[in-house]
């Protein structure tokens, strides 16, 4: 009597796996990262937001996620998806530069400079891919280049002069990403959205514009919610709406602007390469034997504006120690940007200032089949959101600077099984 076990065991073994190696192959979630860039933590609290108010109750909410320093687009997307601080994985600022050839290139023209990126981390899509998954990026920033010679399965990068609050072209996008999921069964997908940032740089934080298009983003919410439900998706998609920063209200009529041209030991003539007039957040390169020079010029230039020796800047930032960084840096306290030779910085809204100030906390959602619902966590770091992704999607991450215990208490202690449950009893793998 035998044979009899050996063939139950053969015919369970052909129904859960076909052959296949016992991971959550073939059922594994799919993830969804939505960003709403200068989404501020709490932008939600003075305005209606029904669809974010109905995730919040079916999923998990943040009370609010602590950016990366600089507080800037492109170094803290990309923390999001390399779990490392903006020194560890070297997107400095959202503009390419370069002190030799003195090459600075604005931030859409950065997007598509595969160097600026391709420094060294490996991104979640790569290592994704690379363990067997297909991924895709839509408007996501890094997500338009290859890295160590690996290209995303799919991915769509903005045109330059791209209107980033076309609430059509939204539900567009959203419907393009749900053909990805479906016909094109890409398991990541991190898609992009241009707002609240770029209102709150017009009109200023606390405008009523800001408030119109935090409900445009709202109803977004809702419109991605709908379309996970008709497209079938609910039962398999993880969904995180994220952001890279806050946005605070810039003091444009102040008395005491931090002007580079009215400081009186300072001159240009010192300097071999600047990266100034970028809202709150500059680097100087002296030339040879000025570094002194510079320095005792500056550190007590303006009580707003903190310049610090590149290895004298606080650690706690982890920022400075990249070879990326030039000897001098500095930064302005919340309200002020930094000026340089002429004043050539209008917008009512800014970002890029100290991570610890509330202005600059941004928001963390997540729902799906993994997630538990109606909790809301306690503040954390934007370097945590990294290792929980690479545990949702079952993949090994790269090394980083987060933990996957700081967000573990987010999910089901088990993965949710799905519909059909043909492999429930099988271990995770992951
Ligand atoms: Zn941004």
Redesign the pocket.
Known sequence: HLAVPLTVALATLLATGTGAPVHRQGNRHKLLLVSF??FRWNYDQDVDTPHLDAMARDGVKARYMTPAFVT??SP??FTLVTGKYIENHGVVHNMFYNTTTKVKLPYHATLGIERWWDNGSVPIWVTAQRQGLKTGSFFYPGGNVTYQGVALTLSRKEGILHNYKNETEWRANIDTVMLWFTEEDLDLVTLYFGEP?STGHKYGPETQERKEMVQQVDRTVGYLRDSIERNHLSSVLNLIIA???GMTTVYRNASDLVEFHKFPNFTFRDIEFELLDYGPNGMLLPKAGMLDKVYDALKDAHPKLHVYKKESFPASFHYANNPRITPLLMYSDPGYVINGRINVQFNKGE?GFDNRDMNMKTIFRAMGPSFKSGLEVEPFESVHVYELMCHLLGIKPEPNDGHLSTLLPMLHSEPNPLPSGASTHLPSGA
């Open positions: 860039d200068g800037m687009t803290c997307h940032d952001s890279d920063h970002h």
